[in-house]
Protein backbone atom coordinates (compact mmCIF):
# COMPACT_ATOMS: atom_id res chain seq x y z
CA UNK A 1 0.00 0.00 0.00
CA UNK A 2 2.96 2.65 1.24
CA UNK A 3 5.06 1.47 -1.87
CA UNK A 4 1.06 2.23 -4.47
CA UNK A 5 1.13 5.52 -2.60
CA UNK A 6 4.59 6.22 -3.04
CA UNK A 7 4.39 5.53 -6.68
CA UNK A 8 1.37 7.44 -7.46
CA UNK A 9 2.50 10.89 -5.65
CA UNK A 10 5.97 10.22 -8.05
CA UNK A 11 3.63 10.14 -11.38
CA UNK A 12 2.07 13.17 -10.13
CA UNK A 13 5.26 15.00 -9.85
CA UNK A 14 6.72 13.73 -12.91
CA UNK A 15 3.41 14.94 -14.87
CA UNK A 16 3.49 18.18 -13.35
CA UNK A 17 7.47 18.75 -14.11
CA UNK A 18 6.23 17.65 -17.95
CA UNK A 19 3.76 21.02 -18.06
CA UNK A 20 5.76 23.98 -19.54
CA UNK A 21 3.92 26.25 -17.79
CA UNK A 22 2.04 26.53 -14.03
CA UNK A 23 0.27 29.18 -14.61
CA UNK A 24 -1.67 31.79 -11.81
CA UNK A 25 -4.89 32.81 -13.47
CA UNK A 26 -5.99 35.33 -11.25
CA UNK A 27 -2.16 36.99 -11.48
CA UNK A 28 -2.40 36.31 -15.42
CA UNK A 29 -6.05 37.77 -16.10
CA UNK A 30 -4.50 40.95 -13.84
CA UNK A 31 -1.51 41.35 -16.41
CA UNK A 32 -3.48 40.83 -19.30
CA UNK A 33 -6.58 43.24 -18.62
CA UNK A 34 -3.67 45.65 -17.36
CA UNK A 35 -2.03 45.35 -20.96
CA UNK A 36 -5.46 45.31 -22.73
CA UNK A 37 -5.94 48.97 -20.86
CA UNK A 38 -3.26 50.65 -21.66
CA UNK A 39 -3.19 49.03 -25.66
CA UNK A 40 -6.43 50.39 -25.68
CA UNK A 41 -5.62 53.76 -24.11
CA UNK A 42 -2.65 54.72 -25.87
CA UNK A 43 -5.40 54.43 -29.04
CA UNK A 44 -6.72 57.40 -27.44
CA UNK A 45 -3.86 59.42 -26.31
CA UNK A 46 -1.78 58.50 -29.19
CA UNK A 47 -3.78 61.23 -31.64
CA UNK A 48 -3.95 63.97 -28.33
CA UNK A 49 0.37 63.48 -28.15
CA UNK A 50 0.76 63.68 -32.23
CA UNK A 51 0.62 66.08 -33.88
CA UNK A 52 1.05 66.17 -38.20
CA UNK A 53 3.69 66.82 -39.84
CA UNK A 54 3.94 70.59 -41.04
CA UNK A 55 5.51 71.91 -44.20
CA UNK A 56 8.41 73.97 -42.60
CA UNK A 57 9.40 70.26 -41.25
CA UNK A 58 8.62 68.41 -43.53
CA UNK A 59 11.39 70.83 -45.58
CA UNK A 60 13.79 70.59 -42.76
CA UNK A 61 14.62 67.00 -42.93
CA UNK A 62 17.30 65.88 -44.21
CA UNK A 63 18.50 62.37 -44.95
CA UNK A 64 21.99 63.31 -43.41
CA UNK A 65 20.73 63.49 -39.79
CA UNK A 66 20.14 59.56 -40.22
CA UNK A 67 22.69 57.31 -38.70
CA UNK A 68 24.57 56.29 -41.34
CA UNK A 69 23.41 52.45 -40.78
CA UNK A 70 19.41 53.34 -41.16
CA UNK A 71 19.97 54.84 -44.26
CA UNK A 72 19.55 51.49 -45.72
CA UNK A 73 15.87 52.30 -45.11
CA UNK A 74 16.07 54.90 -47.43
CA UNK A 75 14.03 53.67 -50.86
CA UNK A 76 10.71 53.74 -52.68
CA UNK A 77 7.79 52.78 -50.84
CA UNK A 78 6.16 49.28 -51.76
CA UNK A 79 2.95 48.06 -50.79
CA UNK A 80 3.60 44.75 -52.00
CA UNK A 81 6.45 44.01 -49.56
CA UNK A 82 4.86 45.97 -46.77
CA UNK A 83 1.45 43.41 -47.40
CA UNK A 84 4.29 40.71 -47.44
CA UNK A 85 4.86 41.53 -43.77
CA UNK A 86 1.75 41.24 -42.53
CA UNK A 87 1.32 37.75 -43.97
CA UNK A 88 4.91 37.30 -42.02
CA UNK A 89 3.84 38.22 -38.80
CA UNK A 90 0.48 36.63 -39.22
CA UNK A 91 2.82 32.98 -40.43
CA UNK A 92 4.53 33.83 -36.89
CA UNK A 93 1.77 34.23 -34.49
CA UNK A 94 0.13 31.20 -36.06
CA UNK A 95 3.14 28.94 -35.16
CA UNK A 96 2.80 30.19 -31.70
CA UNK A 97 -0.99 28.91 -31.59
CA UNK A 98 0.06 25.83 -33.02
CA UNK A 99 2.85 24.75 -30.89
CA UNK A 100 1.15 26.21 -28.02
CA UNK A 101 -1.98 23.29 -28.34
CA UNK A 102 -1.93 20.85 -26.37
CA UNK A 103 -4.96 19.17 -25.09
CA UNK A 104 -4.07 19.02 -21.22
CA UNK A 105 -2.51 22.66 -20.79
CA UNK A 106 -3.51 24.66 -23.81
CA UNK A 107 -5.49 26.89 -21.70
CA UNK A 108 -2.25 27.66 -19.58
CA UNK A 109 0.14 27.94 -22.63
CA UNK A 110 -2.73 30.08 -24.58
CA UNK A 111 -3.08 32.28 -21.40
CA UNK A 112 0.95 32.83 -21.13
CA UNK A 113 1.09 33.32 -24.71
CA UNK A 114 -1.80 36.29 -24.91
CA UNK A 115 -0.04 37.74 -22.28
CA UNK A 116 3.33 37.87 -24.23
CA UNK A 117 1.36 39.37 -27.50
CA UNK A 118 -0.49 42.07 -25.49
CA UNK A 119 2.19 43.17 -22.82
CA UNK A 120 4.67 43.26 -25.88
CA UNK A 121 2.13 45.22 -28.20
CA UNK A 122 1.26 47.79 -25.22
CA UNK A 123 4.80 48.63 -24.20
CA UNK A 124 5.80 48.83 -28.11
CA UNK A 125 3.02 51.20 -28.53
CA UNK A 126 3.22 53.44 -25.69
CA UNK A 127 7.03 53.90 -27.31
CA UNK A 128 5.87 54.77 -30.97
CA UNK A 129 4.09 57.37 -28.81
CA UNK A 130 6.73 59.09 -27.07
CA UNK A 131 9.41 58.75 -29.60
CA UNK A 132 7.59 60.41 -32.83
CA UNK A 133 9.98 59.15 -34.90
CA UNK A 134 9.35 59.94 -38.49
CA UNK A 135 8.65 56.91 -40.81
CA UNK A 136 11.65 56.41 -44.17
CA UNK A 137 9.42 57.14 -46.63
CA UNK A 138 8.71 60.30 -44.95
CA UNK A 139 11.95 61.54 -46.50
CA UNK A 140 11.17 60.58 -49.87
CA UNK A 141 10.19 63.59 -51.93
CA UNK A 142 7.64 61.60 -54.02
CA UNK A 143 5.63 61.06 -51.31
CA UNK A 144 2.47 63.12 -51.26
CA UNK A 145 1.99 65.15 -48.08
CA UNK A 146 -1.28 63.32 -47.43
CA UNK A 147 0.48 60.33 -46.55
CA UNK A 148 3.08 62.23 -44.77
CA UNK A 149 0.75 63.59 -42.80
CA UNK A 150 -0.82 60.54 -41.31
CA UNK A 151 -0.56 59.48 -37.79
CA UNK A 152 1.06 56.99 -38.80
CA UNK A 153 3.87 58.28 -40.32
CA UNK A 154 5.48 59.17 -36.96
CA UNK A 155 5.02 55.59 -35.16
CA UNK A 156 8.56 54.68 -36.40
CA UNK A 157 10.34 53.38 -33.17
CA UNK A 158 10.21 50.78 -32.70
CA UNK A 159 8.46 48.19 -34.98
CA UNK A 160 5.93 46.32 -33.67
CA UNK A 161 5.38 43.64 -36.93
CA UNK A 162 9.04 42.80 -35.87
CA UNK A 163 8.06 42.58 -32.02
CA UNK A 164 5.08 40.56 -32.71
CA UNK A 165 7.10 38.29 -34.72
CA UNK A 166 9.87 37.66 -32.33
CA UNK A 167 7.97 37.61 -29.59
CA UNK A 168 5.90 34.77 -31.31
CA UNK A 169 8.76 32.99 -32.32
CA UNK A 170 10.79 32.91 -29.12
CA UNK A 171 7.59 31.63 -27.07
CA UNK A 172 7.07 28.88 -29.90
CA UNK A 173 10.40 27.79 -29.73
CA UNK A 174 10.16 27.86 -25.55
CA UNK A 175 7.23 25.51 -25.59
CA UNK A 176 8.59 23.20 -28.50
CA UNK A 177 12.49 22.90 -26.94
CA UNK A 178 10.67 22.29 -23.41
CA UNK A 179 8.61 19.47 -24.75
CA UNK A 180 11.21 17.75 -27.19
CA UNK A 181 14.82 19.79 -26.84
CA UNK A 182 16.53 21.26 -29.56
CA UNK A 183 15.93 21.64 -33.08
CA UNK A 184 17.95 23.84 -35.28
CA UNK A 185 14.88 23.46 -38.33
CA UNK A 186 12.30 24.50 -35.87
CA UNK A 187 14.35 27.41 -34.79
CA UNK A 188 15.22 28.37 -38.23
CA UNK A 189 11.36 28.25 -39.23
CA UNK A 190 10.43 29.94 -36.52
CA UNK A 191 13.19 33.05 -36.06
CA UNK A 192 13.74 33.11 -40.10
CA UNK A 193 9.71 34.07 -40.70
CA UNK A 194 10.70 36.84 -37.57
CA UNK A 195 13.79 37.91 -39.62
CA UNK A 196 11.62 38.29 -42.58
CA UNK A 197 9.19 40.34 -41.04
CA UNK A 198 12.08 42.48 -39.58
CA UNK A 199 13.83 42.75 -43.70
CA UNK A 200 10.38 43.45 -45.39
CA UNK A 201 9.40 46.62 -43.42
CA UNK A 202 13.02 47.61 -43.96
CA UNK A 203 12.89 47.05 -47.98
CA UNK A 204 9.09 48.61 -47.65
CA UNK A 205 10.32 51.64 -46.14
CA UNK A 206 8.62 51.53 -43.66
CA UNK A 207 10.93 51.10 -40.52
CA UNK A 208 14.89 51.78 -40.25
CA UNK A 209 17.34 48.79 -39.28
CA UNK A 210 17.52 49.80 -35.72
CA UNK A 211 13.52 50.10 -35.14
CA UNK A 212 13.65 46.42 -36.53
CA UNK A 213 16.78 45.57 -34.45
CA UNK A 214 15.21 47.17 -31.31
CA UNK A 215 11.74 45.59 -32.00
CA UNK A 216 13.07 42.26 -32.32
CA UNK A 217 15.13 42.65 -28.99
CA UNK A 218 12.04 43.92 -27.11
CA UNK A 219 9.98 40.90 -28.44
CA UNK A 220 12.39 38.20 -27.81
CA UNK A 221 12.68 39.63 -23.77
CA UNK A 222 9.77 40.47 -22.96
CA UNK A 223 8.62 36.50 -24.66
CA UNK A 224 10.91 34.85 -22.53
CA UNK A 225 10.82 36.76 -19.54
CA UNK A 226 6.76 36.00 -19.25
CA UNK A 227 7.59 32.39 -20.33
CA UNK A 228 10.32 32.41 -17.27
CA UNK A 229 8.16 34.09 -14.72
CA UNK A 230 5.30 31.32 -15.63
CA UNK A 231 7.60 28.40 -16.03
CA UNK A 232 6.69 25.19 -13.98
CA UNK A 233 10.01 23.82 -13.81
CA UNK A 234 9.78 24.53 -10.06
CA UNK A 235 9.54 20.57 -9.25
CA UNK A 236 13.04 18.94 -10.84
CA UNK A 237 12.92 15.09 -10.51
CA UNK A 238 16.05 13.24 -11.00
CA UNK A 239 16.30 9.22 -11.09
CA UNK A 240 19.20 7.39 -10.31
CA UNK A 241 20.61 3.97 -9.90
CA UNK A 242 20.48 3.80 -6.32
CA UNK A 243 18.65 6.88 -5.51
CA UNK A 244 15.67 9.12 -6.58
CA UNK A 245 15.60 12.46 -5.67
CA UNK A 246 12.66 15.51 -5.81
CA UNK A 247 13.52 19.41 -5.36
CA UNK A 248 11.24 22.55 -5.41
CA UNK A 249 13.05 25.52 -6.39
CA UNK A 250 12.03 28.56 -5.09
Known sequence: ?????????????????????????????????????????????????IKDFTESEIENMDKDDVLFFDRLAFRPT???????????????VGSGLFLAYDKDYFLDNLMVYSE??????AVCKWTKTFSRRARPYVYDDGITLEKI???????SFYSSH?????????????????????????AILLFGSASATAALRVTSANHFPSDVFIGAVMGSGISYLICRMNRSDRFNVELGINSIGISYRF
Do not use: C, E
Open 116 to 121: ILLVQS
Open 162 to 186: SSTAFSAATFGYYVYRDRYGDSIPI
Open 1 to 49: MKKSFFLLILINVISLSAQTFQVDRLKNLTIISTAILLDLSNNHFDDIL
Open 78 to 92: SQNLKDWSDYTVYFA
Open 149 to 155: QQDNSRH
